[in-house]
């Protein structure tokens, strides 16, 4: 019984540490450790997201943006999307931990921060 206990604490524990998390990169919490800590986490889902492949393209990946093939020219043989228009356009990014976004977005994918906050 104690054990089942212990993982509950442990979840409670995680679901606080995500709420200050949140607090923290949404303004309402101004504690110097909790900053710390929240900065420190948001460099970590950056590391952990840019080893996933998951960082804002470019036209030098020769990878379309769009369907993910390889690409040559100006349009994409695979979606047919304008590669050239598409780099010519700034990738919006995050406030916040300067991960991409999509124009779409509410919250960004990497740190969970609200779009415009």
Known sequence: MGMEQERQ????LLELGEYAHMLVRN?????EKMKSLSAEITELDKTL??????????RDDG????????FSGIFCSGCG???DEFFAKPIPSCAVCGMQVNEEDIFCG??????GA
């Open 9 to 12: 604490k442990v979840q409670k």
């Open 81 to 83: 999307i304008n590669v």
């Open 63 to 70: 990878v379309c943006p769009g369907c993910g093939i390889a």
């Open 110 to 115: 990497v740190c969970g921060s609200k779009k």
């Open 27 to 31: 303004g309402q919490m101004n504690d």
């Open 49 to 58: 997201h840019a080893s996933l492949g998951r960082k804002p393209p470019t």
